[in-house]
Nanobody, 124 residues
């Protein structure tokens, strides 16, 4: 079975920084895209940033220039460095992995997985 475990959320003041980390575990052969999503109360979940196995990145306009996503394919980890945080960045941040190819019972499967989410609160 594949699991994504996030860490690094918390409370920070406006202008501060946080680093989120996500590690995928299981009998994983490869992961196509890993990314971070967020959902604020009363709002839909939105993509924050993602990165594919080749290192190509994609950012939401609202975080460009402030957030940086990085990935270690050998460890199946993805990090999100968040700088110059604003109150509107407050949300539950979740790690997502797409195109996860793994083995179970001698067979290969491919699926999409989510982490449990971590709270990020930016106080003014």
């Amino acid at each position: 079975q594949v699991q994504l475990v996030e860490s690094g959320g918390g409370l920070v003041q406006v202008g501060g920084s946080l680093r989120l980390s996500c590690a995928a575990s299981g009998s994983i052969f490869s992961i196509n895209t890993m990314g971070w999503y967020r959902q604020a109360p009363g709002q839909q979940r939105e993509l924050v940033a993602n990165i594919n196995s080749g290192g190509s990145t994609n950012y939401a306009d609202s975080v460009k220039g402030r957030f940086t996503i990085s990935r270690d394919n050998s460890k199946n980890t993805v990090d999100l460095q968040m700088n110059s945080l604003k109150p509107e960045d407050t949300a539950v941040y979740s790690c997502g992995a797409d195109g996860v190819t793994y083995s179970r019972g001698g067979l290969r499967y491919t699926g999409h997985y989510w982490g449990q989410g971590t709270q990020v609160t930016v106080s003014s």
